[in-house]
């Protein structure tokens, strides 16, 4: 599987406590850049590294998207970190932190998921990708503007935000995503791939206690390839738990990352 070498915003621990670096990798539609509060905090004790996925940001334009490319990307950024990283993954990013970690258990030392099962849903989000493509950006310069716009067909205030802060506004108004080949991977990115092989090492998941993502139903499977698999719930956080939460999803993470 070929990779593609992602856009990485580091930052740099402010103590050497812990000589493993973080990797976070985010869910669809999303940006290493959405993580910079989470990510700063996590730099306490390690340099944290938020990427932008595949077909995200500013990383290249790769097809297939799909979890065996989104993997080998991750595991060519721990290659350059030095082998083995701690990686936290959200969504769909949280499913190609398990594929990295069953297809490269070497590389992976300490696995986080929030908020997603190794499973394929039923749900899609190409009505998403329509409504952003057919968005008339002619003239936008501010996001306020955009999210006028978007308004009238999406009514969600958090997920029109969400969706604009892929919005480039450097030299007129375009998205900071592959909109073409997100929707030909959607089929992949809701499902999931027949892996072999389990991951022995300590993972934590983390669910939204308000979301339908990640539920008691889903532990069984988890385990069978997770074998040391804990779990934690957050209480009034939904699927985007870490912006809803911060405070306890940084709190659940740390206290992890800190056992031995």
């Known amino acids: 599987m070929l990779s593609v070498k992602l856009n990485r915003i580091v930052h740099h621990g402010s103590s050497s406590t812990n000589t493993k ?14 993580w910079g509060a989470i990510a700063k905090r996590l730099s306490a004790t390690r340099d944290v590294i938020a990427v932008d996925m595949r077909n995200h940001g500013d990383s290249p334009r790769a097809r297939p998207h799909d979890y065996a490319g989104m993997a080998a990307d991750l595991a060519d950024v721990i290659a350059d970190l030095g082998g083995q990283a701690d990686v936290l993954g959200h969504s769909m990013g949280g499913k190609a932190s ?28 190409s009505n998403h990708i329509d409504i952003m493509r057919h968005l008339d950006l002619s003239g936008i ?13 999406l009514s969600d205030p958090q997920l029109r935000a969400f969706f604009l802060q892929s919005l480039d506004l450097t030299d007129g108004a375009s998205w900071k995503l592959d909109l073409d080949a997100l929707e030909e991977g959607m089929p992949a990115t809701v499902g999931w791939p027949d892996l072999d ?64």
């Not at 670096?21 to 959405?34: D, E, K, V």
């Not at 398990?98 to 989000?125: G, K, Q, T, W």
């Not at 310069?141 to 067909?153: F, G, V, W």
């Not at 092989?197 to 988890?222: C, E, M, N, Q, R």
């Open 197 to 260: 092989g389990t991951f022995d090492g300590p993972a934590l998941f983390v669910a939204g206690g308000a979301s339908d993502y990640l539920t008691a139903d889903h532990h069984a499977k988890i385990q069978t390839l997770f074998t040391d698999a804990t779990f934690q719930t957050i209480e009034g956080a939904g699927h985007w738990l870490h912006a809803e939460q911060p405070r306890a999803f940084v709190d659940l993470v740390s206290e992890f990352l800190t056992e031995e």
């Open 21 to 34: 670096p973080l990797l976070i990798a985010h869910g669809l539609f999303g940006s290493g850049r959405n």
């Open 141 to 153: 310069t501010r996001r306020s503007e955009a999210d006028a716009r978007l308004a009238s067909s």
């Open 98 to 125: 398990m594929a990295l970690a069953l297809m490269h258990p070497e590389l992976v030392r300490n696995l986080i998921v929030a908020d997603i099962a190794p499973i394929a849903y039923s749900h899609s989000h």
